[in-house]
């Protein structure tokens, strides 16, 4: 199972294309099915549908093929090279935009799509290097028209809603120049900071104070997680501080409130190759999918490792000559619940593959007491969502 969010107070999930909605008690009912689009043929489903993901997945290790997001009572859905929406809580779905043809196998990023002042933005992830990403805006999820294009940038990883001001903000990546970090004004990006690997992020999380973000860099032997206060956002020369540092590329980010604390938590990914927009020679600096949590009541300063897991191994990992057949890596997926916690879902891990796990409030708020989140075994409790 893959994580994807809260739906209206409901754990959302998927296994390929199937729609999973938590029911009463422990389990998650299948209440629907992304189809097929016209022409999508054998390699959407090698993708996306088993049995025949499962023949690819058994040599590369699970990769991530859906998007799902809660937008008010609409589902938006991607996957491929396609997005789709449901306004029946997932149980039938129809394709509404074609995106990019080098797009990633999940369409876009679970970061790249955000709601602001009653529309909804999302960011396009082209991969082969020569296509311009766009931002999306759509009334409804149906009908979608361009903002702006971002030239000179490889892809965008992150469209968010600071929760505070209501600004859109935008990262994008992966080369130095491509590096940014900034906000859409009037419908054009304007770069807060930008550069160099510093400034490149996935997703960011906001405070009433500053903006946080860890870096993905995999050739970067340690990723610092930086903190921005808001009176440097308009400012010639931002400098960000250096509050953490973790030894793996930080991809999601998901905020809470406990007990009048503001927490920031950043999950980690094992990558399993280099970075082909990086230097012609580096080293691989990434060691497991991890997720890591501080407060307000520290500054940010105090981090916790809440749970750490190593990659899934497979043939791959064994044989790869020349990188000719692809590697999966191994992430952690995040969703808040206000009324119960974070929800954190290891995926393509040697451990827990595909389960949903709860770090409850209560969790948390030990934290803040004793620098403990476990329970007596080691482990996070789980939550058996689906």
Known sequence: MKLQTIHNGRVLATAGRSIYLEGEGDGATNVGRLPAPAGSGIDFRLKTTP???????????????VNVWSVGETLLASADRWLFRSTDDGRTWSVVRTLPASSAPMGVLPSA??????????GEYPLDGRTTPRILESDDGAEWSTVTALDGVR?????????YTGDIWVTTGDADAECRIGRLRDGQFEAVGSGDQSWRAVELAFTPSSVLWGVDSVYEATKPIQKLSRNQFDAADPRPETVHEVSSSVYYAETLRVDGDRWVLFSTSKEA?????????QTVHSDRAAVVAASS?????DWHELAAYRKRTTPVDRWNPGSAVPMANAYVFLAADPSRGVLLNPYNTDRDDGTIQLVPHRQLSKLTRDSSARDSSGRLPSFQAV
Do not use: N
């Open 297 to 301: 009541a520290s500054e940010f300063t």
């Open 51 to 65: 049995p025949f993901r499962s023949l690819v997945t058994t040599l590369t290790g699970r990769f991530p093929a």
């Open 155 to 163: 892809h965008v990883h992150a469209v968010q809603t600071d929760p």
């Open 273 to 281: 190759g280099t970075d082909s927009t990086g230097p012609d020679s």
């Open 113 to 122: 799509v955000c709601v602001a002042d009653g529309s909804i933005y999302l």
